[in-house]
Nanobody
């Protein structure tokens, strides 16, 4: 079965950390860009960070620069999102999506619109 599976969500206090995982099964992420999206309660889904497994370029939303780090582990076919110094506004569901066509596999353009696969989402709650 071709799918992405997210994990690693949970509840933390402000200033805490979480590491989200996005693991592909049934296909190889080597030729894909993987983007993480955040959907806050009552709001639209927004791109957070993207990594291209073609050229290893990365992008970050301004709101997470310096706090979040995206990375790939080719041995486990997994993309990680390390989230540090979490804030209440980071609360929401986090989704990963993989796009395997140019130019999207360079994290260029609307990766979400061109995604071949989406994960089911993982909940992150930041609250004191």
């Amino acid at each position: 079965q071709l799918q992405l599976v997210e994990s690693g969500g949970g509840s933390v206090q402000p200033g805490g950390s979480l590491r989200l995982s996005c693991t592909a099964s049934g296909f190889n992420l080597d030729y894909y860009a993987v983007q993480w999206f955040h959907q806050a309660p009552g709001k639209e889904r927004e791109g957070v960070s993207c990594i291209s497994n073609v050229d290893y370029g990365t992008t970050y939303a301004d709101s997470v620069k310096g706090r979040f780090t995206i990375s790939t582990d080719v041995t486990t076919n997994t993309v990680y999102l390390q989230m540090n110094n979490l804030k209440p506004e980071d609360t929401g569901v986090y989704y990963c999506a993989a796009a395997g066509e140019p130019p999207y596999y360079h994290c260029s353009g609307h990766v979400g619109f061109a995604a071949d696969y989406w994960g089911q989402g993982t909940q992150v709650t930041v609250s004191s």
